[in-house]
């Protein structure tokens, strides 16, 4: 006789995505689709459809993608405030 444990993550509607032996890949994955949600959301906002949006999501979190895009994203600085782009000279 043996016990097994099984850790499934489960996504939207109750849908597993997927069963892991290791705790450590579970929480991984859970995350992993955790941010995948987030990012699909934020382009469902904006109009795109849930299918796509979330298309669009899983290839952003590829492997061979995800360093790219956020080297790309580390070198974008924030834009200067209104108040701050605007000097008056009050001489």
């Not at 929480?27 to 796509?52: C, F, H, P, S, W």
């Not at 993608?65 to 701050?84: F, H, Y």
């Amino acid at each position: 006789m043996a016990i097994r444990t099984v850790h499934q993550v489960i996504g939207k509607n109750e849908q597993v995505i997927g069963e892991y032996m290791d705790l450590k890949l579970a929480k991984e994955m859970d995350n992993r689709t955790d941010v995948l949600y987030y990012l699909a959301d934020l382009m469902e906002a904006q109009g795109v459809d849930e299918q796509l949006a979330e298309k669009i999501a899983e290839q952003i979190l590829a492997d061979d993608q995800r360093g790219e895009i956020l080297n790309r994203l580390k070198s974008v600085k924030d834009l200067p405030s209104r108040a701050a782009a605007i000097t008056v000279d009050t001489e």
